[in-house]
């Protein structure tokens, strides 16, 4: 077996929302190996995202663990944690989250200016990067003169500056058309194979679950199969 890159240990999510608890993870046990795509599929409000979160470090968990690359993160400070997400791992979002006054390229360095990486190597591994995805013709461009399948694909590029270990993706596809899917999950797929990167992403789509190398199945915050 390919050595694991995630691995959830009774992972449980509680909500507060005044009196009322919300259980939105209870007793996750996911166990991820380094290389795969993994889709997470489930019904709205099942956890999906919770998941994502807790994985990247941007939320923590009620209870349980979670050790990426064989770190336990729940077990990280604020600094520690920040440093995770930095260099740990790229995210990809439905609406891109680029900033709209910076351009592609502008966008794509921002991980390596919080690094504290120099100007003109950031700019040379932008300009690679976006090589990679097929927009380098387009790197002076500013989001609103891209379409929507090249902000995701600056997205991309912005969330594998830093060389992440995992790329997490929620929805990745939700505001793109079945041929810019297509065209986006081709792009995940070969950049699976060149860089070795594990993406996990959330889903709804089945353009992106038949692309999947492994699908995760998750209701009522819980994982159903794998």
């Known amino acids: 077996m390919s050595r694991l890159i995630v691995r959830t240990v009774d992972l449980s999510k509680v909500y507060r929302r005044g009196k009322v608890s919300v259980l939105a993870l209870r007793n996750v046990n996911l166990q991820i190996a380094a290389g795969e795509i993994a889709g997470i599929m489930g019904p709205s409000g099942s956890g999906k995202t919770t998941l994502l979160n807790l994985i990247g470090g ?13 770190v336990d993160i729940t077990a990280l400070g604020e600094r520690e944690l920040a440093d995770y997400r930095l260099k740990k791992v790229g995210f990809v979002f439905q609406f891109y989250n680029l900033i709209p006054t910076l351009t592609a390229l502008e966008n794509v360095e921002i991980p390596l200016a919080l690094a504290g990486v120099p100007k003109n190597e950031r700019r040379e591994r ?9 927009l380098e013709d387009r790197a002076e461009h500013k989001p609103d003169e891209l379409s929507g399948g090249e902000q995701q694909r600056v997205a991309i590029a912005r969330a594998l500056i830093n060389n992440p270990s995992i790329v997490l993706a929620d929805e990745p596809t939700g505001d793109l058309d079945s041929k810019s899917a297509l065209a986006l999950m081709n792009l995940i797929k070969d950049l699976n194979r060149r860089n070795g990167q594990t993406f996990i992403i959330v889903t709804h789509d089945p353009i992106v679950a038949e692309r999947c190398t492994k699908i995760y199945t998750i209701r009522d915050g819980q994982i159903e199969s794998a």
Do not use: C, E, Q
Not at 126 to 134: C, D, F, S, Y
């Open 58 to 70: 941007l939320d923590k968990p009620t209870n349980g663990r979670i050790f990426v690359d064989g």
């Open 126 to 134: 932008a300009l690679n990067l976006l090589k990679m995805v097929g």
